[in-house]
């Protein structure tokens, strides 16, 4: 069964065989000599995201949770790769531009994800401390850094969010007393897709307003799922109560529940979603909340 309804089995499975055949393509080419030198970090770092692309993939076609986190070893390495390479090439801007969580909203939502997906698969801790060394901004975001501390202890917290909008929901929903923090989370995935799409101020500094991946899904290729995995980071790092997001069309709950069944709506039920990206059905919703409330 897919996850994702915004797309069909068909279009995914096509999706996961490109994106395989993607990998398989700049591994062999990484081989050989690239001409551009100043091309080669980011030619391997891209390795790493079709990992990333890939694994998002095969969540949204329905895989098997358990086998999801075989991505996350070779993501790594390409990621460190690139670094490696990065230093001799990309200038001091361009290495601020590309790894301040600030400024850039793309490498911020990245690393939140990875810190969610590494937390949801509870990663070896030979992993989790490589993923810290890559991700770095200790003590510059009042949220991801209080979602690493919970398995990084000593871990800086810093005192102002990187991007309050849409991050500012979250946050008040962790920092909430705990019987406020179910209605809050749900606040939050309501509005997450949404808020993404920003308007430029003053006030933000930021280099990009949107995701990259904002409106994939209007496009014949790219898109791997529109999946709110900050809250599921947040999930697990405080044990919070999600039960109200399950059925949700960006709340990846199965996530959290390798073994199943699935928190994803089914059938006819889900078509109303197309379109809409954040509508809900409350009676689908009540039956997932009342069989998976802890």
């Not at 690239?34 to 030619?43: F, T």
């Not at 095969?58 to 670094?83: C, F, V």
Request: hydrophobic content about 35%.
């Amino acid at each position: 069964m897919t996850r994702d309804h915004l797309k069909s089995s068909e279009w995914f499975d096509n999706s996961v065989n490109f994106s395989q055949d993607e990998i398989r393509h700049r591994l062999e080419f990484k081989k050989e000599s690239i001409k551009n030198e100043k091309y080669r970090p980011q030619y391997i770092y891209e390795i790493a995201s079709a990992n990333r692309h890939l694994l998002l993939k095969k969540y949204s076609r329905g895989d098997s949770i358990l086998e999801l986190a075989e991505y996350i070893l070779p993501l790594l390495e390409a990621w460190e790769e690139a670094e490696g390479f990065g230093k001799d090439v990309w200038t001091e801007q361009q290495q601020y531009t590309r790894h301040a969580w600030k400024v850039n909203l793309d490498h911020y939502i990245n690393c939140f994800w990875l810190v969610g997906l590494a937390l949801a698969f509870d990663i070896p801790d030979e992993q989790w401390n490589r993923l810290l060394v890559l991700i770095g901004n200790e003590g510059e975001d009042a949220l991801l850094d209080r979602v690493i501390a919970s398995r990084q202890q000593g871990r800086r917290i810093g005192t102002e969010l990187c991007h309050p909008e849409p991050y500012a929901r979250l946050l008040g929903a962790v920092l909430a007393p705990r019987n406020k923090q179910s209605e809050l989370l749900k606040s939050f995935v309501d509005h997450w897709y949404a808020g993404l799409d920003r308007q430029t101020t003053r006030a933000m500094p930021a280099i990009y307003t949107r995701p990259y991946w904002y409106k994939y899904h209007e496009l014949e290729g790219g898109y791997f799922g529109y999946w709110c995995i900050e809250a599921v980071a947040a999930v697990k790092a405080f044990g919070m109560d999600d039960s109200l997001c399950l059925g949700h069309p960006n709340y990846p709950g199965d996530l959290l529940r390798p073994e199943g069944p699935t928190t994803h709506l089914v059938g006819s039920e889900t078509q109303s979603f197309k379109g809409t990206l954040a509508e809900e059905l409350p009676k689908k919703r009540s039956f997932l909340s009342r069989l998976f409330r802890r």
